[in-house]
């Protein structure tokens, strides 16, 4: 496809269980980011990949949260033990080098119960 | 203080009217500007960037005002498909995090 993919698209869990959220960018795309959007709320940076090397991880809310990219396309956010709190819908966006803006994927749906 | 300020509304317009949405940012180094669109349940979408010239594309105008660090967005005639909620956007630079505010909801009614 042409867009930003993600998967699943929605993934109910329990608590204390690890969760792999996977993010496939556009082709040719460099940087790679996470968000995650809480209802009601805004969208919250978590990490940001430049090829396979992450410069800024500074949005990670916990070391329970972690992310990978691999051969600077596909990455998977690793969220290990999630929590209630957890539930959200993480967003992956991906952009050229160069460019300010930013592609997004439809998300996944991530519900802890 | 949020780093980006959105008036949440919602904004109730008629078809046909025109609608301005303003936005403040707080980091004074931000260089890229932008804003995007939100439809329910779904991803957000590039609506525009934003220059201190002020930019055009079709009924949507945007300006930016670095002295007031301000941004605005004006839609003009209104249409059905224009509800959503539209989101303020700001960064440090090219290949940077995105700063976003809560978004301002659009209602466009018959």
């Known amino acids: 496809g042409a867009g930003v993919s993600q998967s699943p698209s929605n993934k109910v869990t329990e608590k204390g269980k690890d969760v792999e959220l996977r993010c496939d960018p556009i082709s040719g795309h460099t940087a790679l980011y996470w968000y995650r959007q809480s209802l009601g709320q805004g969208l919250e940076f978590l990490i940001y990949f430049q090829g396979n090397s992450a410069p800024d991880k500074s949005g990670l809310p916990s070391d329970r949260f972690s992310a990978e990219r691999t051969g600077g396309s596909v990455s998977t956010l690793t969220i290990q033990r999630t929590q209630q709190e957890d539930s959200a819908v993480y967003l992956c966006?991906?952009?050229?080098?160069?460019?300010?803006?930013?592609?997004f994927g439809p998300g996944t749906r991530l519900t802890v119960l | 203080r949020k780093e980006v300020e959105q008036d949440p509304g919602p904004f109730n317009v008629p078809e046909g009217a025109t609608v301005a949405f303003n936005c403040t940012y707080s980091?004074?180094?931000?260089?890229?500007f932008f804003w995007y669109r939100q439809d329910c349940r779904k991803e957000p979408k590039l609506l525009m960037s934003v220059y201190s010239s002020g930019n055009e594309d079709g009924r949507f105008t945007a300006q930016l005002n670095r002295a007031s660090q301000y941004i605005s967005l004006l839609i003009r005639d209104s249409k059905l498909s224009d509800s959503a909620t539209y989101l303020c956007v700001v960064s440090p630079g090219t290949a940077s995090k995105l700063t976003f505010g809560t978004g301002t909801r659009l209602q466009v009614t018959l």
């Open positions: 966006a991906s952009s050229p080098r160069l460019a300010g803006w930013q592609y």
């Open positions: 980091n004074s180094a931000s260089q890229s």
